[in-house]
């Protein structure tokens, strides 16, 4: 069968990845992709968020199926346009991916349907974001607020200010960003204080398979200091959540999401991706994401045992309960090597040398994000996140270790990275 994924990041290329591991698969296309990808796929020069255009090339190439990777497709409504031509497709529909695309529209559903959240409010304006400043958090002026942005914003929306001043600052910062329509809306919101913990599943609106638990280390800097960021790395480890807790979650949490969303008319199949804070009074949602996340992707795929193809078969059939979704056991861990300046200004066009240096073996993967090759043939750094080396081991500790010593063999002018993942 022929397969296209529609992304051009180190997610997407995790998908290729699988996706070439079944035996089912003849041919993958990648739409855009990125030079590490074309190893796996054939590149196919239409962007993501042209609908009509990745329409037009499925039906013109036949293709069997399309799993869209990120989100802004997802939220233009990729998944309904091609269900209205027949096409089989794997993601969230239009209006279920308001859960990721408006932060408001996500809180407010929380909200309606008593899923733990931290407490907030919406503001319309900067004006009002003042006064709620002022109204809704009084008190210690010195307790930290979390301020965002409405729209999506590649994970850049979201600034934890560390007073009620900064976070005016804040205000003022996202209501510039992204030609203002990421932040048309801004939400304030109390801070929670816990661990972190990023929990997806396989859903196909009633049934669903949890994937291992995992953790992204989203700050840019060591000690998780500096500016959140796409992601700096990853791990899996199934100590990250007791029996118990997973119970919990999916009592409190992704039943009563599946159950709200049909209710409301939109059911949610696809990929829900829950970002979790494990505080003291309870097990809360930071946020929703209706995709995979990047560079998640990255640590749970090379940890599937199952046919990604399988389960996409099952999702679209809503035979989810029917199949026997299978991991690996041990650990898996994902190092982000980034451009010079990421999160600011990545600086484009760098030579990466080593790569070449490393036999690929099913338990290491480098994976790449931003990546592209000048007219010498040199590969390039072509984006923030340029590379995720990307390791699956007995344990967490082994599986750190050797992506740190390849790590240490990979370099550019600017490169940057942090050595504290899974730590
Ligand atoms: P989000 O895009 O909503 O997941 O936010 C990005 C990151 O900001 C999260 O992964 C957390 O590290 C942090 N964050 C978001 N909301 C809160 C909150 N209410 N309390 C503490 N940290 C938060
Ligand atoms: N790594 C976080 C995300 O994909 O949203």
């Given at each position: 069968?022929k397969?296209?994924?529609v992304?051009s990041?180190?997610?997407?290329?995790a998908l290729c990845?699988a996706?070439?591991?079944?035996?089912?698969?003849?041919k993958i296309f990648c739409?855009?992709?990125?030079?590490?990808?074309?190893?796996?796929?054939?590149?196919?020069d239409?962007?993501p968020?042209?609908?009509?255009g990745?329409?037009?090339?499925t039906?013109?190439?036949?293709?069997?199926?399309t799993?869209?990777?990120?989100?802004?497709p997802?939220a233009l409504g990729?998944?309904?346009?091609?269900?209205?031509?027949g096409l089989?497709?794997?993601?969230?529909?239009k209006a279920?991916?308001?859960l990721?695309?408006s932060k408001s529209f996500?809180?407010d559903?929380?909200?309606?349907?008593?899923?733990?959240?931290a407490?907030?409010?919406?503001?319309?304006?900067?004006?009002?974001a003042?006064?709620?400043?002022?109204s809704?958090?009084?008190?210690d002026?010195?307790?930290?607020?979390?301020?965002?942005?409405?729209?999506?914003?590649?994970g850049?929306?979201?600034?934890?200010?560390v007073?009620?001043?900064?976070a005016m600052k804040?205000?003022?910062?996202l209501?510039?960003?992204?030609?203002?329509v990421?932040?048309?809306?801004?939400?304030?919101e109390e801070?929670?204080i816990g661990?972190?913990?990023?929990l997806?599943?396989?859903t196909?609106?009633?049934?669903?398979v949890?994937?291992p638990p995992?953790?992204?280390?989203?700050?840019?800097?060591?000690?998780d200091?500096?500016?959140?960021?796409?992601?700096?790395?990853?791990?899996?480890d199934?100590?990250?959540?007791?029996?118990?807790?997973?119970?919990q979650?999916?009592r409190?949490?992704v039943?009563?999401?599946?159950?709200?969303a049909?209710?409301e008319?939109?059911?949610?199949?696809g990929?829900?991706?829950?970002?979790?804070?494990?505080?003291i009074?309870g097990?809360?949602?930071?946020?929703?994401?209706v995709r995979?996340?990047d560079?998640e992707t990255q640590?749970?795929?090379?940890r599937?045992?199952?046919d990604?193809v399988?389960?996409?078969e099952a999702?679209?059939s809503q035979t989810?309960?029917?199949?026997?979704?299978?991991?690996?056991?041990g650990?898996?861990?994902?190092?982000i090597?980034a451009?010079?300046?990421?999160?600011?200004?990545?600086?484009?066009g760098?030579i990466?040398?080593g790569?070449?240096?490393?036999a690929k073996?099913?338990?290491?993967?480098?994976f790449h994000s931003?990546?592209?090759?000048?007219s010498k043939g040199?590969?390039i750094?072509?984006?923030?996140?340029?590379?995720?080396?990307t390791?699956?081991s007995g344990d967490?500790?082994?599986?750190?270790?050797?992506?740190y010593?390849?790590?240490?063999k990979?370099n550019?002018?600017?490169m940057?990275?942090?050595?504290?993942i899974?730590?």
């Open positions: 069968m397969i296209l994924v992304g990041g180190g997610r997407e290329h990845w996706f070439g591991k079944s035996q089912k698969v003849d739409a855009n992709g990125n030079h590490g990808i074309s190893e796996q796929a054939e590149r196919v239409i962007l968020n042209d609908i009509q990745l329409l037009n090339f039906v013109q190439n036949k293709i069997d199926l799993f869209v990777g990120s989100e802004n997802l990729i998944v309904d346009e091609f269900e209205k031509h089989k497709i794997i993601g969230a529909s279920a991916s308001q990721e695309s996500g809180k559903f929380m909200a309606r349907h008593n899923i733990p959240t407490r907030y409010k919406i503001a319309n304006s900067v004006k009002e003042s006064e709620i400043l002022e809704d958090f009084p008190g002026k010195s307790l930290p607020i979390v301020v965002k942005a409405d729209g999506l914003a590649a850049k929306g979201v600034i934890v200010a007073n009620r001043a900064e804040a205000v003022n910062e209501a510039q960003i992204a030609g203002k990421a932040a048309q809306k801004i939400i304030l801070c929670l661990k972190e913990v990023s997806l599943l396989f196909d609106g009633k049934n669903f949890l994937m995992c953790r992204d280390h989203k700050r840019i800097g060591e000690g200091t500096g500016a959140n960021t796409g992601g700096m790395g990853t791990f899996t199934n100590k990250l959540l007791s029996e118990q807790q997973i119970k979650i999916c409190e949490i039943e009563p999401t599946l159950k709200g049909a209710a008319n939109f059911p949610f199949a990929i829900l991706f829950l970002g979790l804070m494990l505080t009074d097990i809360k949602v930071l946020e929703y994401n995979f996340g560079p640590v749970i795929l090379v599937l045992k199952t990604l399988d389960i996409c999702i679209d989810l309960s029917q199949i026997n979704i299978e991991w690996e056991a650990s898996s861990a994902c190092v090597l451009a010079k300046n990421y999160p600011q200004t990545p600086v484009t760098s990466i040398y790569l070449d240096e490393f073996t099913d338990d290491l993967n480098i931003g990546t592209s090759k000048d040199n590969v750094t072509a984006g923030g996140r340029v590379l995720g080396v390791v699956k967490l500790d082994s599986a750190l270790e050797k992506a010593q390849i790590v240490s990979i550019w002018n600017g940057r990275f942090r050595r504290d899974g730590k």
